[in-house]
């Protein structure tokens, strides 16, 4: 998969910001759509507002997309053979809902171990999350009709 690309996403996706804020849940965040945890000690409990240097933003990503295609692997048993579409939509949900949450999309999980693309969009445009966040949400299904378009074309 190419990691550029899903950086690319993620950050169009979430935004950057160099300082805390709170997300559209109301939690701390900080950098690329990072959640700020007690493990993040040097910011933990810091104000909304405090700034965040380059680097740590850098230093949170890099650690949350590793994270994110660990999650991945977890939940979809071949993930690494799936089309690279595929695979970064995955990511970019992985990515925004956590593998807890997103593990709760079975029927979507059930589609995609079918590699059946269709049920997947299905599946995604049916949740809560697709309500939640819609412009995400189509724009991810958007990709994994046209992943399904591409390979119900006749050869």
């Known amino acids: 998969m190419n990691l550029i690309r899903l950086q690319d996403d993620l950050a169009n996706d979430e935004g950057i910001k160099y300082e805390i804020y ?4 109301g939690y701390p965040t900080g950098g690329i759509g990072h959640l700020i ?3 993040d000690e040097e910011y933990y409990g810091k104000p909304i507002g ?3 240097p380059n680097h740590q933003v850098d230093d949170w990503f890099a650690k949350d997309i590793e994270t994110t295609i660990k999650d991945c ?3 979809f048993s ?3 053979s799936l089309p690279e579409e595929i695979q970064l939509v995955l ?4 990515f925004q809902l956590g593998r807890p949450r997103l593990s709760q999309f079975k029927n979507m999980i059930a589609a995609v171990e079918d590699l059946d693309w269709a049920r997947m969009a299905d599946e995604m445009e049916d949740s809560k999350w697709f309500r939640q966040t819609p412009e995400r949400a189509k724009r991810l299904i958007t990709r994994v009709d046209r992943q399904y378009a591409k390979e ?3 050869t």
């Open 37 to 39: 945890t007690e493990w």
């Open 152 to 154: 119900s074309i006749p």
């Open 50 to 52: 405090t700034k965040i």
């Open 73 to 75: 692997k977890l939940l």
């Open 91 to 94: 990511a970019n949900m992985c």
């Open 78 to 80: 071949q993930f690494d």
């Open 22 to 25: 709170r997300c559209s849940e």
